[in-house]
């Protein structure tokens, strides 16, 4: 019987049951009932066991000062739920705990057991032991040669390592989402060895490896499903290995500079992005000559492109060494550079802004100003909402609210629904004109909605936006309804219709004072939900059906109400999953 009480006290029926929600923890007690949880073994404040599901899965249940931590290797447990397996794996526990009668048929042992076993056994036995479990587990098997080459003289262990990393980092092919947890611990594995020759003082070795590591990280993600971002992670644990090694070993800058800037410039994963600022302190002054140089001469190839052109290297080269030079001269704090870098690409109206807003930021609101009117001009036909609003309140600012608003009025104009009606609000009421402004928003909003009912063709200005095929008074309902104003919402949607969300968006607010309103809504829905044919929506039709019964019991019509739930249950009675939910109601 176990003796550790932090388990004990986090390990309760209520607590899984709490963690799991009740699908989940009937699915565990299940499997439980059905022995499919095998290896079960206890250590320190630990549950370690399998579970015989779909594929083996491994459960690890942990007694945390907070509570109850745990992990699963099956794809929900990686999305950090408390499966049906941690329930099973805290059932069998609990029932091996008390002695009761699903008990596992091994007994709960603990890893403090098995040293004492492994104590009373002859060295050659344990050897034994050792190898013929190595050549089932690659993971303890390559920790062996590691350790091992570790131990065979000065020069060894850096050779070792590098074969180790290759066999870590060897997809064979592609590395799935279940296997990639696997494949990635391996690779710590390995890593946690470069780390240890960091502790003894190898920085040199640490710099070489690492850089070895990275190139064979960067290459094996993408042959693999990496959902999870356990590469990532490593990834960022052998840049810090290498700035700590190099802050140890003060490798030679100029060379260390190349390096870095011709990794920044071609990794696909960002790896020593920043470095310029990052190794700073490595480089000093050299270095960061070199570095500077290198990214000088870089950037020269890089076209310049004006106002509706495109450079065909936007997503390439170009944008990482437009990177690379922009965290230099923020490093040097050098505005005017800042800007001559953000400059060279004036493709978008965003870029404007871009500059725009570092000048806001440099206390310069002229220069700010003067961007973004430029910016405005530069793209009368494919303005950038941001830009808008920055040169709006730059606008206000000045106490210019008449240029202010007819900006912010083109925004609404061409895109007259709720989001630019909140955002014509927030600038009105900066001038107290809100009123006026919200009776012209809403005479254009019935305008747009009658020409389109015509069958009249859009504005060029508005040709990019989506219309309903249907037209109705959606964004007029949408609009009522964040005002607060659910009658005049409600109305709306009586005289010109709105889509199925905002009906049931109504019902939900009116259903207390006005049922009989409502309950056409929630009937209409319930069809609906039916005729999806799954049964999620079946779950949900059941859902509108007991408040449409709570609803007719306050209008005293239970009788309609059975009439309503035999006729639907006559019509979907082939539907016997539906048919099956109804019954329970």
């Known amino acids: 019987m176990s003796k550790n009480n932090k388990l004990k006290r986090e390990v309760t029926q209520s607590a899984m049951r709490r963690l799991a929600g009740g699908a989940s923890y009937a699915r565990g007690e299940s499997y439980f009932a059905n022995g499919n949880v095998v290896s ?11 579970v015989i599901g779909t594929e083996e899965y491994e459960v690890t249940l942990m007694a945390r000062e907070g509570g109850l931590d745990y992990e699963c290797s099956c794809p929900m ?91 870590a980092t060897n997809t064979r092919g592609f590395v799935d989402y279940r296997a990639a947890r696997d494949f990635a611990r391996g690779i710590d594995q390995v890593v946690d060895s470069i780390a240890e020759l960091l502790e003894e003082r190898r920085a040199t070795e640490v710099i070489e490896l690492s850089e070895h590591a990275l190139a064979r990280v960067e290459a094996a993600i993408s042959q693999m499903d990496d959902s999870d971002g356990n590469i990532g992670g490593i990834l960022g644990r ?4 290498h700035l700590a090694a190099c802050r140890e070993a003060k490798p030679y800058p ?21 470095a310029a600022g990052t190794y700073a302190d490595v480089l000093g002054e050299r270095g960061l000559a070199t570095y500077g140089r290198l990214a000088e001469a870089a950037w020269a190839r890089v076209p310049t492109v004006g106002p509706g052109g495109k450079d065909p290297e936007v997503f390439g080269k170009s944008y990482r060494i437009k990177q690379i030079m922009e965290a230099i001269a923020r490093q040097s704090g050098d505005i005017e550079a800042l800007v001559a870098i953000k400059a060279r690409d004036l493709s978008s109206a965003y870029h404007f802004l871009e500059i725009a807003e570092i000048y806001r930021e440099a206390k310069q609101p002229d220069d700010a100003l003067a961007w973004a009117e430029r910016g405005i ?34 925004e609404f104009s061409e895109g007259a629904y709720l989001q630019n009606y909140q955002k014509l609000k927030q600038h009105a009421d900066r001038i107290r004109q809100w009123p006026g402004w919200r009776e012209k928003a809403l005479d254009l909003i019935r305008a747009e909605i009658e020409q389109q009912k015509q069958g009249v063709p859009k504005k060029p200005e508005t040709r990019w936006r989506w219309r ?118």
């Open 40 to 50: 079960l073994v206890e250590h320190a404040d630990s549950i370690t066991a399998k």
């Open 77 to 167: 447990g990686a999305d950090g739920v408390f499966c049906k397996h941690c329930v099973a794996v805290g059932l069998a526990w609990l029932a091996n705990l008390t002695g009761g009668p699903k008990a596992t048929t091994t007994p709960v042992v603990t890893l403090d057991d098995a040293r004492a076993w492994l104590s009373k056994q002859e060295k050659g036995t344990l050897i034994e032991l050792v190898m013929e479990q190595a050549a089932k587990d690659e993971h303890l098997r390559e920790r062996l040669l590691l350790q091992s080459a570790k131990s065979a003289g000065p020069g060894v262990d850096v050779a070792a390592i590098r074969k180790a990393i290759y066999r």
């Open 238 to 241: 052998l840049q810090e290995l």
């Open 254 to 274: 100029e060379k260390l500079a190349a390096r870095l800037f011709d990794w920044e410039m071609r990794t696909p994963w960002d790896t020593f992005y920043g």
């Open 377 to 410: 001009k530069a793209f009368p036909k494919e303005p950038d909402s941001r830009l808008r609003e920055f040169l709006a309140d730059e606008y206000h600012r000045r106490r210019r609210h008449d240029a202010a608003m007819d900006l912010i009025w083109a």
């Open 468 to 585: 309903p095929p249907n037209p109705d008074h959606s964004e007029l309902v949408r609009i009522f309804l964040w005002e607060g104003d659910v009658e005049t919402a409600w109305q709306e949607a009586k005289t010109g219709d709105c889509n199925n969300s905002l009906w049931l968006e109504l019902a939900a607010k009116r259903e207390k004072e006005f049922p009989a309103d409502v309950i056409p809504i929630y009937k209409r829905e319930i069809e609906s939900l039916i005729n999806q044919t799954n049964n999620t929506s079946y779950a949900e039709a059941v859902k509108l059906l007991g408040r449409i019964r709570q609803l007719m019991a306050r209008l005293q019509q239970s009788e309609q109400f059975a009439s309503f739930l035999t006729a639907l249950r006559a019509t979907y009675k082939a539907k016997r999953n539906f048919i099956k939910l109804v019954e329970r109601l």
